[in-house]
């Protein structure tokens, strides 16, 4: 079968069919209000909210598979009271409708003392796996070499956004999904007994999926606003991405063309604000 990647209209979710439907969701962050509260703000938990959503697409789109890629939890290296009072709730909701795949990202120290004991719960390694012939992992660490023979490698951690600034300073930030390619001279140079021609991986030039994040507490980093080594992740702070000709679309379906295109925009430059003459400071 051909493998189709398709994201849901106006959510950070993705539906990935091949043999299996798959939901892909990310950064998830459950606890952060906890994080939150410990800063000075104090609101109300959003899990219950993040949970509806989640049913609404699997009653939608009826997945045999949730694929969780990363950033299940928020607080980091603890684990919260909140985390643990949700995370086994939230997950056993889930895995009553489907197979649930957890990819750990940087925040899930310790996911697997919440994680209930299935075994249609599964959580991978860090540096990812294949499944149904797509590749997968969160992207605060290096891949796994067998994740190259796929012909996608879908990822997330960066939390992806465009930020446009009009001329009288008034900014609009959108969540955005990311699709690139991957620079094999740059993966040579990390992976150096790696042949990608004739070794043991199968190279595909496997395209890659950036996947916004699902909770929009979390913020996120306008790629149009930074360069290689300001993105998060050794394989995008090292350049073995594409940035520049990454193609940039936003949740509603709106393709904004590539990324060094909306760099030039003039909506995309930073202003500085300029002083007004004859105002005394």
Same mark, same amino acid.
């Given at each position: 079968?051909?493998?189709?990647?398709?994201?849901?209209?106006?959510?950070?979710?993705?539906?990935?069919?091949?043999?299996?439907?798959?939901?892909?969701?990310?950064?998830?962050?459950?606890?952060?209000?906890w994080d939150?509260y410990?800063?000075?703000i104090?609101i109300?938990?959003?899990?219950?909210y993040?949970?509806?959503?989640v049913?609404?697409?699997?009653k939608?789109?009826?997945?045999?598979?949730?694929i969780?890629?990363?950033?299940?939890?928020?607080? *980091?290296?603890?684990? !919260?009271?909140q $985390?643990?009072d949700?995370i086994?709730? /939230?997950? #056993?909701? @889930?895995?009553?409708?489907?197979?649930?795949?957890?990819?750990?990202?940087?925040?899930?120290?310790?996911?697997?003392c919440?994680?209930?004991?299935?075994?249609?719960?599964?959580?991978?390694p860090?540096?990812?796996?294949?499944?149904?012939?797509?590749?997968?992992?969160?992207?605060?660490?290096?891949?796994?070499?067998?994740?190259?023979?796929?012909?996608?490698?879908?990822?997330?951690?960066?939390h992806?956004?465009?930020?446009?600034?009009?001329?009288?300073?008034?900014?609009?930030?959108?969540?955005?999904?990311?699709?690139?390619r991957?620079?094999?001279?740059?993966?040579?140079?990390?992976?150096?007994?790696?042949d990608?021609?004739?070794?043991?991986?199968?190279?595909?030039?496997?395209?890659? *999926?950036?996947v916004? !994040?699902?909770? $929009?507490?979390?913020?996120?980093?306008? /790629?149009? #606003?930074? @360069?290689?080594?300001?993105?998060?992740?050794p394989?995008f702070?090292?350049?073995?991405?594409?940035i520049?000709?990454?193609?940039?679309?936003l949740?509603?379906?709106?393709s904004?063309?590539?990324?060094?295109?909306?760099?030039?925009?003039?909506e995309?430059r930073?202003?500085v604000k300029?002083?007004?003459k004859?105002?005394?400071?």
């Amino acid at each position: 079968m051909t493998i189709e990647l398709r994201p849901i209209i106006d959510e950070p979710a993705l539906v990935v069919e091949n043999e299996t439907k798959t939901l892909v969701i990310a950064d998830i962050h459950l606890g952060i209000e906890w994080d939150l509260y410990r800063s000075g703000i104090s609101i109300p938990s959003r899990m219950q909210y993040g949970l509806d959503r989640v049913l609404r697409h699997i009653k939608q789109e009826s997945p045999g598979r949730i694929i969780l890629l990363g950033d299940l939890k928020h607080n *980091i290296p603890r684990i !919260s009271w909140q $985390e643990r009072d949700e995370i086994p709730y /939230f997950l #056993e909701s @889930l895995a009553e409708y489907a197979e649930i795949d957890i990819f750990p990202g940087n925040h899930d120290g310790g996911i697997e003392c919440l994680v209930p004991k299935r075994a249609d719960i599964r959580v991978h390694p860090v540096r990812g796996s294949i499944i149904d012939g797509v590749g997968y992992f969160h992207g605060h660490t290096w891949p796994d070499p067998g994740l190259l023979s796929a012909e996608y490698i879908i990822t997330a951690h960066n939390h992806p956004t465009i930020r446009l600034t009009d001329s009288l300073g008034y900014v609009v930030t959108e969540q955005s999904w990311i699709r690139t390619r991957l620079k094999p001279d740059v993966l040579r140079g990390h992976f150096r007994n790696l042949d990608l021609q004739a070794g043991k991986v199968k190279w595909k030039g496997p395209e890659l *999926i950036i996947v916004p !994040s699902f909770n $929009e507490l979390c913020g996120g980093i306008a /790629f149009n #606003e930074i @360069l290689h080594d300001g993105l998060l992740g050794p394989m995008f702070s090292s350049g073995a991405v594409d940035i520049d000709d990454a193609q940039v679309y936003l949740l509603d379906g709106t393709s904004l063309g590539a990324l060094k295109h909306i760099r030039r925009m003039e909506e995309s430059r930073f202003r500085v604000k300029r002083k007004r003459k004859g105002v005394n400071k």
